[in-house]
């Protein structure tokens, strides 16, 4: 018996519906769980697979192996199985992210959690916490041994700085995380100093707008450098069809391709990755980014990430470094994503087009390795 209390505070208050015709979900290729399986062996055993990716599990196969799930109903984007799908196929838009404690966290790439309507978010999640009961009892004593060893390892490298008083920084100066020039002094401050302090990004600085816009731009086009299609980040467009965007091998010019429901991949154009560059934001394009750096800010899983990257780099950065560093990375990347989409789709920089950069981003974010697990 593992005793253990949810944090429901990222769900509170909020509403989220699933779209119809949307199905961007079902490009994820859900894991099918061991009580799972025997449905699908049973009645579709050429569709129960080893997933793509590094970490293998049992998966549901998909279309031309880079398409959405074999399940996915070419007309209307409906699943063929909806009473037998899984259980992350029925927890979408929602994680639960196990650390050593549990949260429940929403995933902004969904556009039903961008409409307003829907059930109440916190009455679904407690229903999928209740779900997820056995899988958490499992997760949770391991997760909380991973976490006492980084505790144990960044306290002895000196390194551990307390998570509550950085995140309770950022908080009282969300304005700033979405000023680009700020979040360079950030970066800046992360290289060269042993402990960064928010007031030292304040100060004026000689960096220009043109670094930033090429150092955002070399963060996104890591994540779109693979010649793997299945492994590129997919953008579920305002008119729900699924995009994709791979940069050249010289890393020079970036191809949109549209992603049909076949699994079949079309040319759409192309752009110079010099003409994409940050751009200002407009007043309500600010607002809508400032409400997503308090929700990165209130992940576990975004702290999670953190701490993977200071074990991965042997402990040799201080939290606050490596804490700003990552979220004013994180921000640029939404920034420059917005100035990309609003080449291809004239979205700008407004509410509209830093919501679709988010949309775009948010599932590349999750996707971050973690000290934790999700169940
Ligand atoms: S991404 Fe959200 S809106 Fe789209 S199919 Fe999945 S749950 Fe529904
Ligand atoms: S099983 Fe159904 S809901 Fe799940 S990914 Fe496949 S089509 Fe989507």
Not at 16 to 36: F, K, N, R, S, T
Not at 44 to 56: A, I, N, Y
Not at 245 to 273: A, C, M, S
Not at 349 to 357: K, L, V, W
């Amino acid at each position: 018996m593992v005793d253990y209390e949810v944090d429901y505070s990222d769900v509170t208050g909020k509403k989220a519906e699933c779209l119809d015709g949307c199905g961007m979900c079902c490009l994820c290729q859900p894991e099918v769980l061991p009580e799972e399986r025997a449905f699908f062996k049973k009645n579709h055993p050429k569709c129960l697979v080893r997933s793509r990716g590094p970490d293998q599990y049992f998966a549901l196969a998909l279309k031309n192996g880079k398409g959405s799930c074999v399940f996915l109903n070419e007309c209307g984007r409906r699943c063929k199985v909806y009473d037998h799908r899984t259980a992350y196929c029925r927890q979408f838009p929602y994680h639960i992210y196990v650390s050593d404690h549990v949260k429940v966290e929403l995933d902004y790439s969904c556009r039903g959690i961008w409409t307003g309507n829907g059930p109440d978010a916190l009455t679904e999640a407690k229903c999928l916490v209740s779900d997820a009961d056995s899988r958490i009892a499992e997760a949770l004593p391991q997760a909380r041994e991973v976490y006492r060893q980084f505790y144990e390892y960044a306290r002895e490298a000196g390194v551990m700085g307390d998570p509550s008083a950085i995140r309770m920084s950022v908080s009282e100066n969300l304005s700033n995380f979405t000023d680009p020039m700020f979040l360079g002094r950030l970066l800046d401050l992360a290289e060269l100093e042993a402990q960064v302090n928010i007031a030292g990004a304040k100060k004026e600085s000689k960096i220009s707008l043109e670094e930033l816009s090429e150092a955002a731009g070399e963060t996104v086009l890591d994540s779109l450098s693979s010649d793997d299609l299945f492994n590129l980040p997919v953008y579920g467009a305002e008119d729900l069809s699924w995009n994709l965007f791979q940069v050249d091998r010289d890393g020079k010019v970036i191809e949109w391709l549209l992603l049909d429901d076949r699994g079949e991949v079309h040319h759409k154009g192309f752009v110079d990755v010099s003409e994409v560059k940050l751009q200002p934001l407009e007043p309500d394009g600010r607002k809508v980014l400032e409400d997503y750096v308090a929700v990165l800010n209130g992940r576990d899983s975004f702290l999670g990430s953190v701490y993977y990257m200071m074990n991965e780099n042997d402990y040799e950065d201080d939290l606050s470094n490596a804490y700003y560093g990552s979220l004013a990375t994180s921000v640029l990347d939404v920034m420059w994503r917005a100035a990309l989409l609003d080449h291809f789709f004239g979205t700008g920089m407004g509410a509209r087009g830093i919501r679709e950069a988010i949309i775009f981003y948010d599932m590349d974010r999750l996707d971050a390795p973690t000290i934790g697990a999700f169940v």
